[in-house]
C-alpha cells in the first residue's frame, strides 16, 4: 500500500514551453502532498506544500508564478513548470503524506527528471 | 535555523561489514525522523521512520536509533551487501513544522564485493 505515482518519468523540452508533472496517491488519500526539487548529487529541497482545495505554501525563495501548483483532489497535484529555461532543469519528486492515522508519514513518488533545452 | 547534518558524506567498503551513518538535526523538538534510501535517477523508499517518544526502530538488518537530547540518530546496517549501494538520507519533521521534512546531504554509499 501507500504508492505514489508521477508522470512523466522524464521530459526534455525546449526553453520558454511549459511542463506539467503529475502525482497521484494511488490506494490512499492524501489531503497533503509535497513538491521537492533535487541538483545532482544534492539533497532534496522543498518546494511547496500543496493542500487539496487550496492555494499551495510555496518555500522561500521559490517563484509560485513559475511553479504553479494545483491540487484539484485528493489523490493528486499537479506542478507546472512555466516558461521553463536550463536553469529548471533537475529532479523533481513529490510525495504524499498519510493522514489519519497515529503517524504523517510521507510516501514519495519516483521523480520527474526535467531537461530543458 | 533548523538543520540537518549527515556524515560521512561518502562510504566505501567491503561486503560483509557492519556499517554506522550519522544524522544530526539542530533542534531537539522534533515530531519524527526517517531515513530514506535512493538509488541513482530514482525516488526514495522509506527504510525506517521513528516517533519522537521512540529510541529505535529495527526492520531486518537496518537499526535506527534517536538521541533527541544530543539531536543525534544513527542508522546501523548489519553485514553489508552490494545491492546496499545507494545514497541514505536522513530527514526530520521539527515540532511545529507542518509535516515538512528537512533533509540532510546523504551518504553515498558503496558496497564492494
Known amino acids: 500500500g501507500a504508492v505514489v505515482s508521477q508522470h512523466p518519468s522524464r521530459v526534455i523540452c525546449k526553453s520558454g514551453t511549459s511542463v506539467k508533472i503529475e502525482c497521484r496517491s494511488l490506494d490512499f488519500q492524501a489531503t497533503t502532498m509535497f513538491w521537492y526539487r533535487q541538483f545532482p548529487k544534492q539533497s532534496l529541497m522543498l518546494m511547496a506544500t500543496s493542500n487539496e482545495g487550496s492555494k499551495a505554501t510555496y518555500e522561500q525563495g521559490v517563484e509560485k508564478d513559475k511553479f504553479l501548483i494545483n491540487h484539484a483532489s485528493l489523490t493528486l497535484s499537479t506542478l507546472t513548470v512555466t516558461s521553463a529555461h536550463p536553469e529548471d532543469s533537475s529532479f523533481y519528486i513529490c510525495?504524499?503524506?498519510?493522514?489519519?492515522?497515529?503517524?504523517?508519514?510521507?510516501?514519495f513518488g519516483p521523480g520527474t527528471r526535467l531537461t530543458v533545452l | 535555523k533548523q538543520e540537518v547534518t549527515q556524515i560521512p558524506a561518502a562510504l566505501s567498503v567491503p561486503e560483509g561489514e557492519n556499517l554506522v551513518l550519522n544524522c544530526s538535526f539542530t533542534d531537539s523538538a522534533i515530531y519524527n525522523l526517517q531515513w530514506f534510501r535512493q538509488d541513482p535517477g530514482k525516488g526514495l523508499t522509506s527504510l525506517l521512520l521513528?516517533?519522537?517518544?521512540?529510541r529505535e526502530q529495527t526492520s531486518g538488518r537496518l537499526n535506527a536509533s534517536l538521541d533527541k537530547s544530543s539531536g543525534r540518530s544513527t542508522l546501523y546496517i548489519a553485514a553489508s551487501q552490494p545491492g546496499d549501494s545507494a545514497t541514505y538520507l536522513c530527514a526530520v519533521v521539527f515540532s511545529g513544522g507542518y509535516n515538512k521534512l528537512i533533509f540532510g546531504a546523504g551518504t553515498r554509499l558503496a558496497v564492494h564485493p
Open positions: 521513528i516517533q519522537s517518544s521512540q
Open positions: 510525495s504524499a503524506a498519510l493522514v489519519g492515522g497515529p503517524y504523517n508519514e510521507q510516501f
